[in-house]
Protein backbone atom coordinates (compact mmCIF):
# COMPACT_ATOMS: atom_id res chain seq x y z
CA UNK A 1 0.00 0.00 0.00
CA UNK A 2 2.97 2.40 1.09
CA UNK A 3 4.52 2.43 -2.45
CA UNK A 4 1.70 3.31 -4.34
CA UNK A 5 1.15 5.95 -2.23
CA UNK A 6 4.38 7.12 -2.44
CA UNK A 7 4.37 7.57 -6.17
CA UNK A 8 1.52 10.01 -5.55
CA UNK A 9 3.59 11.56 -3.36
CA UNK A 10 0.76 11.28 -0.57
CA UNK A 11 1.07 9.90 3.10
CA UNK A 12 -1.10 7.79 4.07
CA UNK A 13 -1.83 5.95 7.47
CA UNK A 14 -5.09 4.08 7.15
CA UNK A 15 -6.59 2.75 10.38
CA UNK A 16 -8.83 -0.11 10.50
CA UNK A 17 -11.54 1.40 11.18
CA UNK A 18 -14.29 -0.09 8.12
CA UNK A 19 -15.47 1.43 4.95
CA UNK A 20 -16.14 5.12 6.40
CA UNK A 21 -12.96 5.18 8.05
CA UNK A 22 -10.97 4.46 4.93
CA UNK A 23 -13.29 6.34 3.34
CA UNK A 24 -12.44 9.87 5.38
CA UNK A 25 -8.55 8.68 5.29
CA UNK A 26 -8.12 8.59 1.89
CA UNK A 27 -10.31 11.42 1.43
CA UNK A 28 -8.05 13.76 3.89
CA UNK A 29 -4.82 12.18 2.76
CA UNK A 30 -5.80 13.42 -1.01
CA UNK A 31 -7.00 16.99 0.21
CA UNK A 32 -4.12 17.51 2.03
CA UNK A 33 -1.33 16.66 -0.85
CA UNK A 34 -3.83 18.95 -2.88
CA UNK A 35 -3.65 21.93 -0.53
CA UNK A 36 0.26 21.53 -0.22
CA UNK A 37 0.95 21.06 -3.70
CA UNK A 38 2.20 17.74 -3.65
CA UNK A 39 -0.18 16.78 -5.81
CA UNK A 40 0.10 19.64 -8.58
CA UNK A 41 -3.00 21.30 -10.72
CA UNK A 42 -4.04 19.37 -13.45
CA UNK A 43 -2.51 16.29 -12.11
CA UNK A 44 -4.51 13.24 -13.41
CA UNK A 45 -5.13 10.73 -11.18
CA UNK A 46 -5.79 6.93 -11.65
CA UNK A 47 -8.63 5.32 -12.12
CA UNK A 48 -10.86 4.69 -8.84
CA UNK A 49 -10.99 0.97 -10.35
CA UNK A 50 -6.85 1.13 -10.61
CA UNK A 51 -6.46 2.65 -7.17
CA UNK A 52 -8.31 0.68 -5.57
CA UNK A 53 -6.71 -2.52 -6.75
CA UNK A 54 -3.37 -1.03 -5.75
CA UNK A 55 -4.46 -0.20 -2.07
CA UNK A 56 -6.59 -3.84 -1.93
CA UNK A 57 -9.87 -1.54 -0.72
CA UNK A 58 -13.14 -1.20 -2.34
CA UNK A 59 -13.17 0.70 -5.86
CA UNK A 60 -16.29 2.06 -4.45
CA UNK A 61 -14.25 3.68 -1.13
CA UNK A 62 -11.99 5.70 -3.79
CA UNK A 63 -14.86 6.40 -6.27
CA UNK A 64 -16.66 7.87 -2.78
CA UNK A 65 -13.67 9.50 -2.12
CA UNK A 66 -13.17 10.95 -5.47
CA UNK A 67 -16.50 12.06 -5.52
CA UNK A 68 -16.62 14.36 -2.46
CA UNK A 69 -13.19 16.39 -3.63
CA UNK A 70 -15.23 16.72 -6.82
CA UNK A 71 -17.90 18.28 -4.62
CA UNK A 72 -15.61 20.59 -2.27
CA UNK A 73 -13.76 21.74 -5.78
CA UNK A 74 -10.14 19.90 -4.80
CA UNK A 75 -10.71 17.55 -8.04
CA UNK A 76 -12.23 17.92 -11.36
CA UNK A 77 -14.42 14.84 -13.53
CA UNK A 78 -15.46 14.98 -16.84
CA UNK A 79 -16.11 12.16 -19.48
CA UNK A 80 -12.82 11.15 -21.45
CA UNK A 81 -9.90 13.05 -18.89
CA UNK A 82 -10.27 11.28 -16.03
CA UNK A 83 -10.33 12.81 -12.49
CA UNK A 84 -7.83 15.69 -12.02
CA UNK A 85 -6.36 18.32 -9.56
CA UNK A 86 -9.06 21.29 -10.06
CA UNK A 87 -6.17 24.03 -11.90
CA UNK A 88 -7.69 26.55 -8.98
CA UNK A 89 -7.51 23.89 -5.93
CA UNK A 90 -4.20 25.41 -4.39
CA UNK A 91 -5.08 29.10 -2.15
CA UNK A 92 -2.63 31.39 -3.38
CA UNK A 93 0.41 32.18 -1.11
CA UNK A 94 -0.72 34.78 1.44
CA UNK A 95 -4.11 32.74 2.17
CA UNK A 96 -5.89 31.49 4.73
CA UNK A 97 -5.31 27.78 5.74
CA UNK A 98 -1.96 25.95 4.53
CA UNK A 99 0.52 27.91 2.78
CA UNK A 100 1.64 26.60 -0.86
CA UNK A 101 5.34 24.74 -0.54
CA UNK A 102 8.03 28.23 -1.87
CA UNK A 103 11.01 25.32 -1.89
CA UNK A 104 11.33 21.73 -3.32
CA UNK A 105 10.49 18.96 -0.97
CA UNK A 106 13.50 17.15 0.22
CA UNK A 107 12.96 13.68 -1.30
CA UNK A 108 11.18 13.62 -4.97
CA UNK A 109 7.51 12.30 -5.39
CA UNK A 110 8.49 10.44 -8.59
CA UNK A 111 11.65 8.80 -9.71
CA UNK A 112 12.42 9.41 -13.79
CA UNK A 113 16.48 8.76 -12.97
CA UNK A 114 17.42 5.57 -15.44
CA UNK A 115 18.21 2.23 -14.33
CA UNK A 116 15.28 0.90 -13.27
CA UNK A 117 12.49 -0.85 -14.60
CA UNK A 118 9.21 -1.21 -14.23
CA UNK A 119 8.85 -2.57 -10.43
CA UNK A 120 5.00 -3.01 -10.19
CA UNK A 121 5.04 -4.97 -13.30
CA UNK A 122 7.74 -7.78 -12.06
CA UNK A 123 6.06 -11.42 -12.88
CA UNK A 124 5.29 -12.46 -9.75
CA UNK A 125 3.31 -15.30 -10.05
CA UNK A 126 5.23 -16.68 -13.01
CA UNK A 127 7.94 -16.18 -10.82
CA UNK A 128 6.83 -18.00 -8.00
CA UNK A 129 6.00 -20.62 -10.12
CA UNK A 130 8.68 -21.08 -11.28
CA UNK A 131 10.61 -21.06 -7.83
CA UNK A 132 8.51 -23.94 -6.84
CA UNK A 133 9.28 -25.90 -9.53
CA UNK A 134 12.98 -25.53 -8.87
CA UNK A 135 12.91 -26.05 -5.08
CA UNK A 136 11.00 -28.90 -5.91
CA UNK A 137 13.58 -30.79 -8.41
CA UNK A 138 16.75 -29.16 -6.68
CA UNK A 139 19.21 -31.92 -5.68
CA UNK A 140 20.13 -31.54 -1.94
CA UNK A 141 23.80 -30.83 -2.85
CA UNK A 142 22.34 -27.72 -4.73
CA UNK A 143 22.41 -26.28 -0.94
CA UNK A 144 26.23 -26.45 0.02
CA UNK A 145 28.64 -23.79 -0.74
CA UNK A 146 28.89 -24.91 -4.57
CA UNK A 147 30.75 -24.27 -7.27
CA UNK A 148 32.06 -20.36 -6.94
CA UNK A 149 31.02 -19.54 -10.78
CA UNK A 150 27.44 -20.47 -9.93
CA UNK A 151 24.80 -22.88 -10.28
CA UNK A 152 25.08 -25.02 -13.68
CA UNK A 153 21.58 -25.11 -14.25
CA UNK A 154 21.26 -21.24 -14.62
CA UNK A 155 25.00 -20.84 -16.20
CA UNK A 156 23.66 -23.24 -18.61
CA UNK A 157 20.07 -21.11 -19.39
CA UNK A 158 22.01 -17.87 -19.35
CA UNK A 159 24.85 -19.15 -22.22
CA UNK A 160 22.08 -21.05 -24.19
CA UNK A 161 19.28 -17.61 -24.11
CA UNK A 162 22.52 -15.14 -25.15
CA UNK A 163 23.45 -17.55 -28.07
CA UNK A 164 19.95 -17.21 -29.36
CA UNK A 165 19.02 -13.93 -28.54
CA UNK A 166 22.25 -11.94 -28.31
CA UNK A 167 24.75 -13.49 -30.75
CA UNK A 168 27.19 -14.38 -27.87
CA UNK A 169 29.33 -17.55 -28.54
CA UNK A 170 29.99 -19.39 -25.07
CA UNK A 171 29.39 -22.71 -23.47
CA UNK A 172 28.18 -22.92 -19.80
CA UNK A 173 32.14 -23.57 -18.43
CA UNK A 174 32.55 -19.88 -19.17
CA UNK A 175 29.79 -18.12 -17.58
CA UNK A 176 30.30 -16.57 -13.98
CA UNK A 177 26.88 -15.63 -12.05
CA UNK A 178 27.16 -12.83 -10.44
CA UNK A 179 25.42 -10.19 -7.69
CA UNK A 180 24.65 -7.99 -10.39
CA UNK A 181 26.92 -5.94 -12.73
CA UNK A 182 28.54 -4.12 -9.96
CA UNK A 183 29.97 -6.93 -8.40
CA UNK A 184 31.35 -8.44 -11.87
CA UNK A 185 33.31 -4.91 -12.59
CA UNK A 186 34.60 -5.23 -8.98
CA UNK A 187 35.80 -8.59 -9.71
CA UNK A 188 37.28 -7.74 -12.90
CA UNK A 189 38.98 -4.83 -11.71
CA UNK A 190 41.16 -7.03 -9.21
CA UNK A 191 41.94 -9.34 -12.05
CA UNK A 192 42.93 -6.70 -14.54
CA UNK A 193 44.65 -4.59 -11.63
CA UNK A 194 46.84 -8.18 -10.69
CA UNK A 195 47.47 -8.36 -14.03
CA UNK A 196 49.58 -5.03 -13.92
CA UNK A 197 46.92 -2.78 -15.65
CA UNK A 198 46.83 0.26 -14.22
CA UNK A 199 44.45 2.47 -16.56
CA UNK A 200 40.62 1.43 -18.27
CA UNK A 201 39.58 4.09 -21.20
CA UNK A 202 35.47 4.67 -20.90
CA UNK A 203 33.42 6.52 -22.17
CA UNK A 204 33.02 10.50 -21.97
CA UNK A 205 29.60 10.04 -20.67
CA UNK A 206 28.06 7.03 -18.56
CA UNK A 207 28.09 6.32 -14.82
CA UNK A 208 30.60 7.35 -12.02
CA UNK A 209 29.73 4.32 -9.65
CA UNK A 210 31.40 2.18 -12.67
CA UNK A 211 34.61 4.51 -12.93
CA UNK A 212 34.63 4.50 -8.70
CA UNK A 213 34.70 0.68 -9.11
CA UNK A 214 37.25 0.78 -11.04
CA UNK A 215 39.41 3.37 -8.88
CA UNK A 216 38.61 0.73 -5.57
CA UNK A 217 40.32 -2.24 -7.60
CA UNK A 218 43.76 0.44 -8.15
CA UNK A 219 42.90 1.61 -11.57
CA UNK A 220 42.48 5.04 -13.14
CA UNK A 221 39.78 5.91 -16.10
CA UNK A 222 40.58 8.00 -19.05
CA UNK A 223 37.24 9.05 -21.09
CA UNK A 224 36.95 8.10 -25.07
CA UNK A 225 35.94 11.14 -27.04
CA UNK A 226 31.95 11.19 -28.25
CA UNK A 227 30.69 12.26 -31.39
CA UNK A 228 27.44 11.50 -33.82
CA UNK A 229 29.07 8.18 -34.33
CA UNK A 230 29.48 7.58 -30.96
CA UNK A 231 32.31 7.00 -28.68
CA UNK A 232 35.69 7.54 -30.53
CA UNK A 233 37.36 4.01 -30.47
CA UNK A 234 40.30 4.71 -31.99
CA UNK A 235 41.21 7.40 -29.51
CA UNK A 236 43.26 5.72 -26.69
CA UNK A 237 47.25 4.74 -26.11
CA UNK A 238 48.50 2.32 -23.79
CA UNK A 239 45.13 1.31 -21.56
CA UNK A 240 44.85 -2.31 -20.88
CA UNK A 241 41.16 -2.20 -21.51
CA UNK A 242 37.93 -0.52 -22.56
CA UNK A 243 34.85 -0.28 -20.66
CA UNK A 244 32.08 -0.31 -23.38
CA UNK A 245 27.78 -0.12 -23.64
CA UNK A 246 28.07 -0.94 -27.62
CA UNK A 247 24.43 -2.16 -28.09
CA UNK A 248 23.49 1.21 -26.58
CA UNK A 249 25.52 3.60 -25.21
CA UNK A 250 24.37 4.63 -21.67
CA UNK A 251 23.43 7.36 -21.84
CA UNK A 252 23.14 8.90 -24.96
CA UNK A 253 21.31 5.79 -26.54
CA UNK A 254 23.31 5.49 -29.90
CA UNK A 255 25.03 2.09 -31.16
CA UNK A 256 28.52 1.85 -31.61
CA UNK A 257 29.26 2.94 -35.38
CA UNK A 258 30.25 -0.67 -37.01
CA UNK A 259 33.37 1.08 -37.80
CA UNK A 260 34.52 1.83 -34.65
CA UNK A 261 33.10 -2.01 -33.40
CA UNK A 262 35.83 -3.23 -36.07
CA UNK A 263 38.55 -0.59 -34.62
CA UNK A 264 38.09 -1.68 -30.56
CA UNK A 265 38.38 -5.29 -31.49
CA UNK A 266 41.22 -4.94 -34.02
CA UNK A 267 43.09 -2.73 -30.87
CA UNK A 268 42.42 -6.17 -28.84
CA UNK A 269 43.72 -8.62 -30.89
CA UNK A 270 47.07 -6.34 -31.97
CA UNK A 271 47.75 -5.03 -27.96
CA UNK A 272 46.03 -8.05 -26.05
CA UNK A 273 43.86 -5.42 -24.52
CA UNK A 274 40.76 -6.30 -23.04
CA UNK A 275 36.91 -5.41 -23.97
CA UNK A 276 34.43 -5.37 -20.85
CA UNK A 277 31.08 -5.06 -22.70
CA UNK A 278 28.18 -4.05 -20.98
CA UNK A 279 24.92 -4.83 -22.87
CA UNK A 280 22.61 -3.18 -19.76
CA UNK A 281 19.64 -3.32 -21.85
CA UNK A 282 20.02 -4.99 -24.68
CA UNK A 283 16.89 -7.14 -25.43
CA UNK A 284 14.75 -3.77 -25.36
CA UNK A 285 14.89 -2.37 -29.28
CA UNK A 286 11.62 -0.82 -30.73
CA UNK A 287 12.52 -0.24 -34.12
CA UNK A 288 14.83 -2.92 -35.48
CA UNK A 289 16.72 -5.89 -34.84
CA UNK A 290 18.82 -5.67 -32.21
CA UNK A 291 22.29 -5.10 -32.23
CA UNK A 292 24.52 -8.12 -31.39
CA UNK A 293 26.69 -8.28 -29.04
CA UNK A 294 30.16 -7.54 -29.52
CA UNK A 295 31.21 -10.22 -28.12
CA UNK A 296 30.65 -12.11 -30.70
CA UNK A 297 33.28 -10.78 -32.77
CA UNK A 298 35.95 -11.87 -30.49
CA UNK A 299 35.29 -14.24 -27.84
CA UNK A 300 38.78 -14.17 -26.84
CA UNK A 301 39.42 -10.67 -26.12
CA UNK A 302 35.81 -9.33 -24.72
CA UNK A 303 34.21 -10.00 -21.49
CA UNK A 304 30.42 -9.79 -21.61
CA UNK A 305 28.50 -8.50 -18.90
CA UNK A 306 25.12 -8.89 -18.30
CA UNK A 307 22.09 -8.81 -15.74
CA UNK A 308 18.57 -9.44 -15.09
CA UNK A 309 18.38 -5.72 -13.26
CA UNK A 310 16.79 -4.15 -15.85
CA UNK A 311 14.58 -6.84 -17.52
CA UNK A 312 13.16 -8.16 -14.12
CA UNK A 313 14.56 -6.23 -11.13
CA UNK A 314 17.67 -4.92 -9.90
CA UNK A 315 16.92 -6.51 -6.37
CA UNK A 316 17.31 -9.89 -7.71
CA UNK A 317 21.07 -9.46 -7.85
CA UNK A 318 21.80 -11.47 -10.58
CA UNK A 319 24.16 -11.36 -13.15
CA UNK A 320 26.62 -12.94 -15.12
CA UNK A 321 29.97 -12.82 -17.49
CA UNK A 322 31.00 -14.50 -20.16
CA UNK A 323 35.06 -14.50 -19.67
CA UNK A 324 37.28 -15.76 -22.24
CA UNK A 325 39.10 -18.77 -21.60
CA UNK A 326 42.49 -17.02 -20.40
CA UNK A 327 40.75 -15.70 -18.09
CA UNK A 328 38.69 -17.91 -16.53
CA UNK A 329 41.05 -19.58 -13.75
CA UNK A 330 41.54 -15.77 -12.73
CA UNK A 331 37.82 -14.37 -12.53
CA UNK A 332 36.71 -17.01 -10.76
CA UNK A 333 39.24 -17.32 -7.99
CA UNK A 334 38.15 -13.51 -7.72
CA UNK A 335 35.19 -14.41 -6.90
CA UNK A 336 36.24 -16.66 -4.19
CA UNK A 337 36.10 -20.30 -2.98
CA UNK A 338 32.15 -20.95 -3.15
CA UNK A 339 29.31 -19.66 -4.65
CA UNK A 340 28.67 -15.90 -3.21
CA UNK A 341 25.36 -15.70 -4.76
CA UNK A 342 21.63 -17.14 -3.42
CA UNK A 343 21.16 -20.49 -4.98
CA UNK A 344 17.25 -20.64 -4.43
CA UNK A 345 17.41 -17.42 -6.90
CA UNK A 346 19.57 -18.90 -9.37
CA UNK A 347 17.97 -22.14 -9.82
CA UNK A 348 14.39 -19.84 -9.38
CA UNK A 349 16.09 -17.34 -12.85
CA UNK A 350 17.59 -21.03 -14.36
CA UNK A 351 14.00 -22.60 -14.42
CA UNK A 352 12.18 -19.34 -15.60
CA UNK A 353 14.58 -18.83 -19.00
CA UNK A 354 14.08 -22.55 -19.65
CA UNK A 355 10.14 -22.56 -19.13
CA UNK A 356 9.81 -19.53 -21.75
CA UNK A 357 8.11 -17.40 -18.71
CA UNK A 358 11.44 -15.37 -18.88
CA UNK A 359 11.04 -14.49 -23.19
CA UNK A 360 7.28 -14.17 -22.40
CA UNK A 361 7.96 -11.16 -19.98
CA UNK A 362 10.78 -9.35 -21.71
CA UNK A 363 8.23 -9.31 -24.97
CA UNK A 364 5.49 -7.97 -22.94
CA UNK A 365 7.87 -5.27 -21.33
CA UNK A 366 9.49 -4.28 -24.56
CA UNK A 367 5.56 -3.41 -25.56
CA UNK A 368 4.89 -1.90 -22.64
CA UNK A 369 7.88 0.21 -22.64
CA UNK A 370 7.34 1.11 -26.37
CA UNK A 371 4.20 2.22 -25.77
CA UNK A 372 5.59 4.73 -23.00
CA UNK A 373 8.61 5.93 -25.04
CA UNK A 374 6.31 6.89 -27.94
CA UNK A 375 3.96 8.99 -25.48
CA UNK A 376 6.92 10.60 -24.08
CA UNK A 377 7.91 11.98 -27.77
CA UNK A 378 4.57 12.73 -28.82
CA UNK A 379 3.88 14.72 -25.29
CA UNK A 380 7.59 16.38 -25.88
CA UNK A 381 6.80 17.28 -29.68
CA UNK A 382 3.42 19.08 -29.03
CA UNK A 383 4.02 20.84 -25.54
CA UNK A 384 8.17 21.25 -25.72
CA UNK A 385 8.61 21.66 -29.61
CA UNK A 386 11.87 23.04 -29.09
CA UNK A 387 13.21 20.18 -27.00
CA UNK A 388 14.32 17.57 -28.91
CA UNK A 389 14.02 13.45 -28.27
CA UNK A 390 16.57 11.17 -29.22
CA UNK A 391 18.34 7.98 -28.50
CA UNK A 392 15.09 6.12 -28.41
CA UNK A 393 15.89 3.05 -31.02
CA UNK A 394 16.24 1.05 -27.47
CA UNK A 395 16.40 0.99 -23.73
CA UNK A 396 14.68 2.55 -20.94
CA UNK A 397 15.44 5.83 -21.21
CA UNK A 398 15.19 9.10 -23.83
CA UNK A 399 17.95 11.76 -23.96
CA UNK A 400 15.85 15.11 -24.23
CA UNK A 401 18.22 17.57 -26.06
CA UNK A 402 17.38 21.14 -24.44
CA UNK A 403 18.72 24.70 -26.09
CA UNK A 404 21.80 25.44 -24.43
CA UNK A 405 21.76 26.75 -21.24
CA UNK A 406 18.91 25.75 -19.78
CA UNK A 407 19.81 22.27 -18.41
CA UNK A 408 19.97 23.49 -15.03
CA UNK A 409 17.30 25.39 -14.40
CA UNK A 410 14.97 22.53 -16.18
CA UNK A 411 16.17 19.90 -13.39
CA UNK A 412 15.18 22.49 -11.24
CA UNK A 413 11.80 23.16 -12.41
CA UNK A 414 11.52 19.04 -12.69
CA UNK A 415 12.27 18.87 -8.87
CA UNK A 416 9.68 21.51 -8.45
CA UNK A 417 7.06 19.50 -9.86
CA UNK A 418 8.54 16.28 -7.83
CA UNK A 419 10.47 14.79 -10.22
CA UNK A 420 13.85 13.06 -9.75
CA UNK A 421 16.12 13.21 -12.62
CA UNK A 422 18.94 14.11 -14.04
CA UNK A 423 20.81 16.62 -16.65
CA UNK A 424 23.28 15.12 -19.01
CA UNK A 425 26.01 16.51 -16.69
CA UNK A 426 25.60 14.21 -14.21
CA UNK A 427 26.80 11.59 -16.55
CA UNK A 428 29.49 13.45 -17.94
CA UNK A 429 33.21 12.02 -17.46
CA UNK A 430 35.14 14.45 -15.47
CA UNK A 431 38.20 14.14 -18.03
CA UNK A 432 35.80 14.33 -21.20
CA UNK A 433 37.11 16.78 -23.68
CA UNK A 434 34.32 17.43 -26.38
CA UNK A 435 32.08 20.40 -25.86
CA UNK A 436 29.62 20.04 -23.31
CA UNK A 437 25.71 18.87 -24.24
CA UNK A 438 22.57 20.36 -22.47
CA UNK A 439 19.72 17.09 -22.22
CA UNK A 440 17.61 15.36 -19.79
CA UNK A 441 18.56 11.85 -19.37
CA UNK A 442 14.80 10.57 -18.51
CA UNK A 443 14.53 7.05 -17.52
CA UNK A 444 11.03 6.14 -18.35
CA UNK A 445 10.96 2.51 -17.43
CA UNK A 446 10.19 3.06 -13.62
CA UNK A 447 6.59 4.73 -13.11
CA UNK A 448 4.03 2.25 -12.68
CA UNK A 449 1.93 2.50 -15.07
CA UNK A 450 -1.32 3.73 -12.59
CA UNK A 451 1.41 6.93 -12.36
CA UNK A 452 2.78 7.09 -15.71
CA UNK A 453 -0.36 9.82 -17.11
CA UNK A 454 0.90 12.04 -14.29
CA UNK A 455 4.40 11.82 -14.29
CA UNK A 456 4.68 12.54 -17.89
CA UNK A 457 2.29 15.56 -17.37
CA UNK A 458 5.09 16.94 -14.73
CA UNK A 459 7.57 16.69 -16.89
CA UNK A 460 6.33 18.53 -19.40
CA UNK A 461 5.27 21.22 -17.61
CA UNK A 462 9.58 21.30 -16.58
CA UNK A 463 10.35 21.47 -20.13
CA UNK A 464 11.34 25.07 -21.83
Not at 145 to 155: K, Q, S, V
Not at 381 to 403: D, K, M, Q, S
Amino acid sequence: MAESWANLGIDLHLEPAGTSGLRRGLTDALRDAVRTGRLAPGTRLPSSRTLATDLGIARNTVAEAYADLVAEGWLTARQGSGTRVAERAVPPAGATGTPVRRRPPGRPTHSLVPGTPDLAAFPRTEWLRAARRALAKAPNDALGYGDPRGRPELRTAVAEYLARVRGVRTDPDSVLITAGFSHALRLLGTVLRARGARTVAVESYGLYVHHDLLAWAGLTTTALPYDELGTDTRAWGREGAVLLTPAHQFPMGTPLHPDRRAAVVDWARRTGGLILEDDYDGEFRYDRQPVGALQGLDPEHVVYLGTASKSLAPGLRLGWMVVPPALLAEATAAKGHSDTVGVLDQLTLAEFIASGAYDRHVRAARQRYRRRRDQLAAAVAERAPEVTVTGIAAGLHAVLRLPPGTEQAVVQAAHWQGLALHGLAFYRHRLAVAEPLEALVVGYGTPPDSTWPTVLEALCRALP
